[in-house]
């Protein structure tokens, strides 16, 4: 026979019990994720986290971290406001202006206040990371070096800071310490990137192409269900010149992810390889003909080969009927323009301004295209508002650049 559930005051423990240790669990995956150095699943966990509890600073303070790595001002605007409510002199809550500060270049700012958070916790993991991607940013590299090397002896086992210092270690030419770095990392969680791919990738990147093309060969026997390392592969053999070369590798991409479309467009379209893009991202529209982010793809890979009036007769399909499509609006008044269409692309622009009067790309394409239909007083005026708005959006640039803002957020 099952125990009664329990009623009333058992109730509410009960609850409070289970939610609780679901947030427990929330916020270990989000900790973990972000040591995994996936900021994306971490921010969206820790948001969760912070929605129970909006109080926990170190939460809040990673969660900074990850919106301002993935380029996401507005919800780092939102945590930093957030947490000045709760403690603004806590370390976490330093640390979290830190980042901020370095979100708007002002590095001798963020260093000054990661310097005071970590005066109160010297041997925080998190704070020290942070100071670590500042030093990624500002260099040298041996001061990144450093900081990740103080972070190991803490926590020998932080993937996320193995994978920083090899990093470190690649840019200051220091291969070999920077594929042991890596390998370690492998070690401690078979999902991370294969070390010689994420070598691949130094040697790609410093334009040492032979060295590369070793690095994804091996890369591709140890992993061959991996499709990056083709790629680069394939890459690396184009700008080498070695084209019989170029095509093995390409058949192989075709055979081995033909039956995976959705990966394979991807890794086409980071390579600019848009004729072989094109009838993927024409399928996955088909199939998802309301998703706003494949459809403007669809009209990047229509331009990108020679196919402008197939872009713009995309776009204006997709616009039909809806309001929340401000992006599309925007992109389809631009290429209008481009087209020599003004008259459509004023209209274009002023529906994507009614959407959001913020949208510097709308006003300008509304100003070149008064001029070239001969208003030239009313592209004067939207000149001069795009400029107010360019004045308004550097003045406030500056105030976050200095902190000044704080006290108003």
Not at 242 to 259: L, M, T, V
Not at 385 to 395: P, V
Request: glycine residues 4%; negative net charge; aromatic residues 10%.
């Amino acid at each position: 026979m099952s125990n009664p559930a329990p009623s009333g005051k058992d109730a509410a423990a009960f609850q409070h019990q289970k939610d609780t240790a679901f947030e427990g669990q929330l916020w270990n995956e989000g900790l973990n994720a972000f040591y995994r150095d996936d900021d994306e699943t971490a921010l969206t966990l820790l948001l969760e986290v912070l929605e129970s509890d909006p109080q926990h600073l170190r939460a809040a303070y990673l969660a900074v971290l990850c919106a301002a790595n993935l380029n996401e001002e507005e919800t780092l605007e939102e945590l930093c406001a957030a947490v000045r409510c709760v403690n603004s002199r806590h370390p976490y809550a330093i640390g979290c202006e830190a980042v901020r500060a370095m979100f708007y270049a002002n590095y001798e700012r963020a260093e000054q206040l990661f310097t005071l958070a970590l005066r109160a916790l010297p041997d925080d993991i998190d704070l020290n990371l942070g100071l670590g991607t500042l030093y990624d940013q500002t260099g040298p590299e041996e001061k990144s070096v450093a900081v990740y090397r103080r972070v190991l002896e803490l926590s020998p086992d932080n993937i996320r800071a193995r994978i920083a210092l090899g990093i470190s270690y690649a840019l200051s030419g220091e291969y070999l310490s920077a594929f042991a770095e890596y390998q370690y990392a492998k070690r401690l969680d078979p999902n991370v990137e294969n070390p010689h791919q994420h070598l691949g990738r130094d040697f790609y990147a410093d334009g040492l192409l032979t060295e590369a093309v070793q690095e994804f060969v091996q890369a591709i026997s140890e992993e061959p269900q991996q499709p990056a390392a083709y790629f680069y592969l394939l890459d690396c053999y184009k700008r080498l010149g070695q084209i019989d070369d170029a095509i093995d590798i390409y058949q192989q991409i075709k055979e081995r992810f033909g039956s995976e479309p959705e990966i394979l467009v991807q890794f086409y379209e980071q390579f600019r390889m848009y004729r072989e893009a094109l009838p993927l991202l024409e399928k996955l529209q088909s199939q998802n003909p309301e998703d706003l982010e494949i459809m403007l793809r669809l009209s990047q890979a229509y331009q990108e080969t020679g196919n402008l009036h197939a872009a713009i007769s995309l776009l204006r399909s997709g616009v039909e009927g809806r309001v929340d499509v401000e992006p599309v609006w925007t992109e389809l008044a631009r290429l209008y323009y481009q087209a020599q269409e003004y008259e459509a692309a004023v209209a274009a622009a002023q529906q994507a301004l009614q959407l959001d009067r913020d949208d510097q790309e709308a006003w300008t394409v509304l100003a070149n295209a008064l001029l070239f239909l001969g208003k030239v007083d009313e592209a004067e005026a939207v000149a001069r508002r795009l400029a107010k708005l360019q004045d308004e959006m550097w003045q406030r640039y500056q105030r976050r650049f200095s902190g000044f803002d704080e006290e108003a957020d």
